[in-house]
């Protein structure tokens, strides 16, 4: 049902905006972030920055839920970690 409407209301992610999304959860320990993130819009790619709020961290690896390392996230994208 999820993909008839998908299709027949053409909807579709728009990859060429700075990436945005959820973060899910977030920890920090001795200045390194990690969390899980699910990215919205747009793609996320490592060397990059995240910010939340008055936060930020860079990006140094990404890492899909089955574990695979990504050199970039797009939109509907669960990330695992993020460092």
């Known amino acids: 049902m999820l993909l008839l409407v998908a299709d ?4 579709k992610a728009d ?10 959860e977030a920890t920090s320990n001795r200045g390194a972030a990690r969390g899980h993130a699910l990215i919205e819009a747009g793609k996320l ?4 920055f995240i910010v939340a709020g008055s ?5 140094r690896t990404l890492e899909a839920t089955d574990g695979k390392t990504l ?3 797009g939109p ?3 990330l695992y970690h993020w460092l």
């Not at 027949?8 to 909807?11: I, P, Q």
């Not at 790619?45 to 990059?48: L, S």
């Not at 936060?55 to 990006?59: L, S």
Request: hydrophobic fraction near 40%; avoid cysteine; charge should be negative.
């Open 55 to 59: 936060t930020y961290a860079k990006i």
């Open 15 to 24: 990859f060429d905006v700075p990436a945005s999304g959820l973060i899910i």
């Open 71 to 73: 050199t970039e996230a």
């Open 45 to 48: 790619k490592r060397g990059g």
């Open 76 to 78: 509907s994208t669960p």
């Open 8 to 11: 027949v209301e053409d909807l």
